[in-house]
């Protein structure tokens, strides 16, 4: 399954900087993902305010699936019937070749 991650165009360049690993922030201890969509990453994005989002896709196959829990800390309401939201914890490596930047 297709998983993905959404941030804005700063904080993703500064994941770039620091070898493309995505790592849980010590306050949430979690790298939230999303999917089935890109479009599900990034509207979390999106709703804080962001103009451009870049977006990094994973392969949850590459994931420890014992760090692999689906998250339910949002509003459903607010947010595709379709998404599904996930917490990782562990750091996650990114393919630079397998980003897309959306503008909003």
């Given at each position: ?21 995505l790592?849980p ?17 990034a ?33 459903a ?18 393919d ?9």
């Amino acid at each position: 399954m297709k998983l993905y991650h959404a941030a804005p165009k700063e904080t993703m360049e500064e994941i770039i900087a620091n070898g493309c690993e995505l790592k849980p922030s010590s306050w949430e201890r979690v790298v939230y993902l999303a999917g089935p969509l890109p479009a599900h990453a990034a509207v979390f994005i999106a709703l804080r305010g962001a103009k451009e989002i870049w977006i990094a896709e994973i392969d949850s196959e590459d994931l420890d699936p014992e760090k692999l829990t689906e998250s339910f800390d949002h509003s459903a309401s607010f947010f595709p019937e379709d998404l599904e939201a996930f917490c990782y914890e562990g750091t996650i490596k990114i393919d630079i070749d397998k980003m897309y930047t959306v503008e909003v």
